[in-house]
Structures are given as structure tokens and as C-alpha cells.
């Protein structure tokens, strides 16, 4: 298991990005990972802004129940994102 997780931060510049594998890979997710499944509507679209927009964590290869693939992580939340939506 991999995660990519990317600093939503720049606009108009690239983001920084980290690829974490192994056991800290395995520990972001259960911090990250909800108390209880979500459902879609609990899973909205974030405001977006200027600056800061939280942390996009992409999953590779296998993927941890209860997550989706790819998610957003800002404001104590987790917002799920659309394939095609981290580039």
C-alpha cells in the first residue's frame, strides 16, 4: 500500500507532493479514516479559495475500506473528489 498525498496550497504553480508507503502509510489512513462509513451527500465539495485547501490523498494500489480512492482532507473533514479532479 502507497498513498500519495498532495499539499493543496499553489495556484498556478505545483503542488508539493509526497509518496508514503508501508506502515506510515497505513497509520495516516487510520487517522484519517471516519468513525463511521460515509455517505456521499456527507462527502461534499469544499469551498475553494485562495491558499491553504488541505491535503488530496490519493491511495495506490490497494485500497482501505471506508476510504475513497482519492480524497480531500481540510478543515477536520474529508471530502471525497472526483476521478480526474487531482491534476
Known amino acids: 500500500m502507497a498513498l500519495q498525498i ?3 496550497i499553489f495556484s498556478g504553480r505545483p503542488n508539493p507532493v509526497l509518496e508514503i508507503s508501508g506502515k506510515q502509510a497505513r ?4 487517522r484519517v479514516r ?5 455517505s456521499r451527500a456527507a462527502m461534499p465539495a469544499p469551498e475553494f ?3 491553504y485547501r488541505g491535503l488530496i490523498i ?3 494500489g490497494a485500497i482501505s475500506r471506508g476510504l475513497p480512492p482519492i480524497f480531500r482532507v ?3 473533514a474529508i471530502y471525497g ?6 491534476q
Not at 27 to 30: A, V
Open 81 to 86: 473528489i472526483q476521478r480526474g479532479a487531482c
Open 27 to 30: 497509520e495516516i489512513l487510520e
Open 58 to 60: 490519493q491511495q495506490k
Open 6 to 8: 498532495t499539499i493543496d
Open 34 to 38: 471516519p468513525a463511521k462509513r460515509l
Open 49 to 51: 479559495r485562495l491558499g
Open 74 to 76: 481540510a478543515a477536520g
